[in-house]
């Protein structure tokens, strides 16, 4: 990664701090590990976050909360960039700029994109999933958001009732912590011991 990359991630990670009101008070320790990382996986590293900045922040700007904002983006945010779900996207972790040049992602590719959007404009955020569901029915990814504590949404899945309410409860309220397969895990940008996986 070069300078200019690296210079401009900063950038826009420090005004997004000012300029709204719920990311000037994020512990520190959540603002670097889930606010100013560039990327969420292992997905190609484009420059997004000035763009993203300025769609998202436009959005946004009557937002009190995180949450509010969150909210607001996994609303609006995929309509804007005309990207939606789709098994035709060319692979499941694309970068943002990736999937927005096919309007097609897999869920890890809208939750990359979902964290960007928010991040973007101060709201912490992280990928979380599951390799395989409690009864092999698949994986899935999503994202969390932290408003004073970390909460959940589908990415490109907006639920009018808020926050923590999504089509997965269930399945995820059976996950198996003491399976790697089956259990569920939140992308760090700290090194840790485990590692998310990913398909």
Known sequence: LDEAFLAEQLDYAARAREAFPWAKGIPEDIYFNDVLPYAVFDEPRDPWRKEFYELAGEMVKEAKTAGEAAQILNRDFFKAIETHYSRERKRANQSPKE??????????????????????????????????????????????????????????????????????????????????????????????????PLV
């Open 99 to 196: 999937s927005m040049e096919q309007g097609k992602a897999s869920c890890t590719g809208l939750s990359i994109i979902l964290v960007a959007a928010c991040r973007s404009v101060g709201v912490p955020a992280r990928a979380v999933g599951t390799a395989m569901w409690w009864n092999n029915s698949g994986n899935h990814t999503w994202v969390e958001i932290w408003d004073g504590e970390w909460k959940f949404t589908g990415a490109d899945e907006y639920n009018a009732k808020g926050l923590n309410h999504a089509w997965f409860v269930k399945n995820a309220s059976k996950a198996e912590a003491a399976n790697p397969r089956k259990a569920i895990y939140a992308s760090s940008w700290k090194r840790s011991a485990n590692r998310f």
